[in-house]
């Protein structure tokens, strides 16, 4: 079976501030894909980064950071210089290529809120 | 590019009564999913479609939940009759391929079942 554990329910920081939102998952597929996806209050949710189990590299696109760990099973998303608009709820999803296709297995969610 | 359209986008109804949603994917994109998010938790998985054909329904409590997914394009998620736990917003995602690939989001339909 797949799971996704996301350990902070809700986390609020003043704005500027970098946070980090943890993200760790279970799965015995080998190959296998991680994403991140932002759900703003409006509701619809938006796609931010797939990552492979293959590929370890840590990525930066902007403000936003991954770090990609098989270690220890953690796909960890971190802010900088986090924004009042970055408020909205994270969601980690895995997918499994050998048990689950293309299904995602999403975690419970953070509920980030940036303060002014 | 339009992006994925739900209606409506809010329904109340009482238990026992039935429900339909509608879906349009973005044009296009062969696959579709739709996903049940209860409040305070991630969507989760009820059907996924590849073309008109279904891929995975391991989840659709398939007693009271039907889809379809007539020509390809559009589907219709129905729920007859509801139930007080059916409270959720019903999300409908597509992708262009039918492998792990990232997956756009419609904006949702919120049914309440009082």
């Known amino acids: 079976a797949q799971k996704v554990t996301q350990a902070q329910t809700e986390i609020s920081v003043v704005e500027k501030e970098d946070v980090t939102l943890d993200c760790v998952y279970e799965?015995?597929?080998?190959?296998?894909?991680l994403f991140w996806y932002k759900q703003p209050p409006s509701g619809e949710l938006v796609f931010l980064i797939r990552?492979?189990?293959?590929?370890?590299q840590n990525e930066i696109s902007g403000r936003y950071s991954w770090n990609f760990q098989k270690s220890t099973s953690s796909f960890n998303f971190t802010i900088t210089a986090s924004q009042v608009v970055d408020s909205a709820v994270y969601f980690c999803?895995?997918?499994?290529?050998?048990?689950?296709?293309?299904?995602?297995?999403f975690g419970e969610g953070t509920q980030l809120t940036v303060n002014p | 590019e339009a992006g994925v359209a739900q209606s409506p986008r809010y329904k109340i109804i009482e238990k026992r009564q039935s429900v339909a949603f509608w879906c349009n994917p973005i044009?296009?994109?062969?696959?579709l999913y739709w996903y049940q998010q209860i409040l305070g938790q991630g969507p989760k998985l009820l059907i996924q479609?590849?073309?008109?054909?279904?891929?995975?329904d391991s989840q659709l409590p398939k007693d009271r939940f039907s889809a379809e997914r007539l020509k390809g394009v559009d589907s219709t998620l129905k729920i007859q009759p509801a139930k007080l736990e059916d409270s959720a917003v019903y999300l409908c995602?597509?992708?262009?391929?039918?492998?792990?690939?990232?997956?756009?989001f419609g904006p949702g339909t919120r049914l309440t079942v009082t």
């Open positions: 990552r492979n189990s293959f590929d370890e």
């Open positions: 479609f590849q073309n008109n054909g279904v891929v995975d």
């Open positions: 799965t015995r597929d080998t190959t296998y894909y």
């Open positions: 044009s296009g994109h062969a696959t």
């Open positions: 999803a895995l997918s499994g290529a050998e048990t689950s296709g293309s299904r995602l297995t």
């Open positions: 995602a597509s992708s262009p391929r039918s492998e792990p690939y990232e997956q756009y």
